[in-house]
Structure formats: structure tokens, C-alpha cells
């Protein structure tokens, strides 16, 4: 049997996309069944969405004819996956808060299915600091967020919120159903963020890695079904769901969890590690008139992907690593993969113009033995899941006990 979505409409003009999103999801191979918020309704006709869908439309909680045939809890089951697209902001904040009020936040509390999310709203909405909150709470759930894109609003304004285009939406969905579980009996070590090095108790070493390219990388390999640990340094970024975090300050300690994860099929080494720490922390805080706070002694770091790559009988069998570069992004990164020893680098360009330390999107080049690979701009979750889909086709079949 085919792989099935129950798809959740809600209020927002971006419904007027989900006749095209059941279309797309079909030519994939994809049943999909519909609930219709009250709102939704008012942008798109439940009638459509059932002539598009091959299947009735779900649209009253307290409807004793639908609660008969098919109650609201098994309807909520009924799907592999849940999507809501769009979603608005208000039920958004109902999932973060187990509001469940209607039909659809109802099912979206009963479901055991796993959720993905497509925003739709004004930017402003978007980027106010309750959703943005809210989003943070339900990516920390496991809940799979997808978009939103940037660009012209219904409301005449422009920027992120715009619902991200069926197209993309399906080929999530798809890609779901093709790569969960690739991974499974796969074990995964990631490392992710910068590292702080202190100098006193107060001050320290650190760079601006916002950890956003390797959180996605860890989740995607979770999604895939590898064991997954994710070793970080100080990042606001919350825990990806399903994934067991390891949090560390100092590139010592990252090495020394990164150690304690082994062995490991895979490691992925995306974090920005410090190269140079203090050579003397001072034990009390440096004052400004202190001879010894003018002069900072710096000693070098170990190289973590390094120590990984050359870890004989416990190196991970497929070592990737990446090279932050400002110039030269190809050689440089080329180089780096002859000195650290390692199968793979995921070569990127950080200088400020590109906007990705810290932003969301990453242009990157995988370089291996075979070569160069140059990938388009994309989200940093879709390079994770890229990469991890690389990783599976390279691995292949996972290897299964028999019974
Ligand atoms: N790396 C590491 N441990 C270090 C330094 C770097 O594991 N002490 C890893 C990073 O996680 C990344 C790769 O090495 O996967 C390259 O990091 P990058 O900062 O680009 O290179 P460096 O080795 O620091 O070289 P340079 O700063 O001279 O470019």
C-alpha cells in the first residue's frame, strides 16, 4: 500500500495551494486525507479538496455521523504522516500548547504519527518573538518545520512567512517516505557550534558558529534512523528531537565526548572548534591595569576531525568534515581533506557577503575521492538532508540481525 498524509488546512490564504499540493502528492504516490479548519474553509472548498483527495473531508469535531464512521483519534492515525499546510500562527501556538479545541487540533494532540509543519503568515507575525518561540518548542518535539519561504506577502508586504511552494512541500514529504529508516542500525556522531575558551572566569575565545548547519545535520541522520549523538558547544539552538546531546564548552571537552561516543559508523564533524586556547586560564578575574591581561599566550587546540580520521581500529568508518573558507573555497577545502585525513569535506564559503554563519541558507561543495560535487544554495536543512541521503546511498543497505 502507498504511503498516506493526512493533511491539515488551516486558515490562511495559502490554503488556496492545497488542490496543487494533494496533486502533487498524488503524482508521487502519495494518498492524501483531508481536515479543513473552519478558517481554512473560508480559502478553500472542503468540496475540492474531497474531488482532489478521492476521499470525504473532515471538517466538525462534533459531528456524530463523522465521529461514527471514523472517530477523530483514529482519524488522526489513520495517515503515516501529518501535515499541516498551512500553518497559521494561531495553530501553531495551539500545538506548542496541547490546545485542542476544534478537529484538527484535536487530532494533532492524538496523533502518534510524525508532524511536519509549513508556515504561512505576515512576516511580521512570523518573526514575532512568541511564534518564533513556539517554533523553536515544537522543532525541540521532533515536529519537522518546512519553510517559510521569502517573498511577496497577500498582504502586500514583503519577506519570510509565504507559505514554501507544493512543489517543495511534496518533495519533503517524498523524500520522508524515501530515507526514513536508511539509517537504522547506523551509529552517527556529529559535532556542532563553536567552542569557548576562557581566558579568566568571566572572558573567553569563541567565533560566531550558530550551530544551525550542524543541529539539521544531526536531526536528518536521526530522521534516517541512525543512533545519533550530537556533541555541542554553547548554541541557542534547541536539542534536536530523537538525537542525544552531549554539551560541551572547550574544544578538550569536545574532544573527550566526541571519544566517549565511539564506536561510530559515521562522524560529521561541522563544529567550529577554537583553534588556540589560553595557555593559563587566570583563576580570578584579569583587571584592566593587570600586565598579564595585555598579553594573551596562545596554545593550539587538538584537532578533533583529525583525531577522529586517525583513530585506527575505532575511526569511524566515513569521517566528513568541513572547511569554513573566506577565499579559495575549493583548494582550500581540497587540502583540508589530504591534511585531516578524512573521506569527505563539505567545503563552504563563510564570507560575510554570503550570510552564512548564522543565516539559514549554505552554499556548498562536497569534495571526496571521486571529486567535486558543487550543490545549489539551499536551507541548511535541506544540505543536512542531502548530506544524509549521500551518507545513505555510500553506506548502503543497512546491515539486519536475523532472527
Ligand atoms: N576541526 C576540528 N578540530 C579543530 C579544528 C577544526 O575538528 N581543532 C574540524 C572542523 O570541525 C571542520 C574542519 O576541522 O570539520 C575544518 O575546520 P576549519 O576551521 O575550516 O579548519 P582549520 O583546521 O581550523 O584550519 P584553518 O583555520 O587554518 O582554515
Redesign the pocket.
Known amino acids: 500500500m502507498g504511503n498516506r498524509v493526512l493533511l491539515i488546512v488551516s486558515g490562511g490564504i495559502a490554503a488556496v495551494k492545497c488542490p496543487d499540493l494533494i496533486r502533487r502528492l498524488a503524482a508521487r504516490g502519495i494518498a492524501t486525507r483531508c481536515i479543513v479548519t473552519r478558517g481554512g474553509a473560508e480559502f478553500v472548498t472542503p468540496l475540492s479538496l474531497a474531488a482532489l483527495s478521492g476521499d470525504k473531508v473532515y471538517t466538525d469535531l462534533f459531528s456524530l455521523t463523522d465521529e461514527a464512521a471514523m472517530g477523530h483519534i483514529e482519524l488522526s492515525r489513520s495517515a503515516d504522516l501529518v501535515l499541516v499546510a498551512p500553518a497559521t500562527a494561531d495553530i501553531l501556538a495551539k500545538m506548542t500548547h496541547g490546545i485542542a479545541g476544534d478537529l484538527a487540533t484535536t487530532a494533532l494532540l492524538a496523533t502518534d504519527k510524525p508532524v511536519m509543519v509549513a508556515p504561512a503568515m505576515n512576516v511580521r507575525m512570523w518573526e514575532h518573538a512568541a511564534t518564533q518561540s513556539n517554533i523553536r518548542a515544537l522543532k525541540a518535539r521532533g515536529i519537522h518545520v518546512i519553510g517559510p519561504a521569502e517573498g511577496d506577502m497577500a498582504c502586500g508586504e514583503t519577506g519570510m512567512g509565504r507559505m514554501s511552494e507544493p512543489a517543495d512541500i511534496a518533495d519533503t514529504v517524498e523524500n520522508y517516505f524515501q530515507n526514513s529508516g536508511r539509517l537504522l542500525g547506523r551509529r552517527a556522531l556529529v559535532?556542532s557550534g563553536p567552542t569557548f575558551e576562557p581566558i579568566d572566569p568571566v572572558r573567553y575565545i569563541a567565533n560566531r558558529s550558530s550551530g544551525k548547519q550542524g543541529h539539521a545535520i544531526a536531526e536528518a541522520l536521526a530522521r534516517f534512523g541512525a543512533t545519533t549523538t550530537l556533541v555541542s558547544g554553547p548554541t541557542r539552538q534547541p536539542d534536536p528531537a530523537g538525537v542525544h546531546v552531549i554539551h560541551v564548552e572547550t574544544?578538550a571537552a569536545m574532544l573527550a565526548a566526541c571519544e566517549s561516543a565511539l564506536p561510530a559508523d559515521i562522524a560529521v564533524?561541522?563544529?567550529?572548534?577554537?583553534?588556540w586556547r589560553a595557555a593559563d586560564i587566570a583563576p580570578g578575574k584579569l583587571k584592566k591595569n593587570d600586565a598579564a591581561a595585555t598579553t594573551l599566550t596562545l596554545v593550539e587546540?587538538?584537532?578533533?576531525?583529525?583525531t577522529l580520521a586517525g583513530a585506527g581500529n575505532r575511526r569511524p568508518g566515513l569521517v566528513i568534515?568541513?572547511?569554513?573558507?573566506t577565499d579559495n573555497v575549493l583548494s582550500?577545502g581540497s587540502a583540508?581533506r589530504d591534511a585531516?585525513g578524512c573521506d569527505w569535506i563539505v567545503a563552504n564559503d563563510v564570507s560575510a557577503a554570503t550570510g552564512t554563519f548564522g543565516g539559514d541558507d549554505n552554499t556548498v561543495h562536497l569534495i571526496s575521492a571521486d571529486g567535486t560535487d558543487s550543490w545549489p544554495k539551499m536551507s541548511k536543512m535541506a544540505v543536512a538532508e542531502r548530506l544524509a541521503m549521500r551518507i545513505a546511498d555510500h553506506l548502503g543497505a543497512p546491515e539486519r540481525t536475523l532472527q
Open positions: 559535532t574544544a564533524c561541522a563544529a567550529a572548534v577554537s583553534d587546540n587538538p584537532d578533533i576531525l583529525a568534515g568541513f572547511a569554513a573558507e582550500y583540508k585531516k
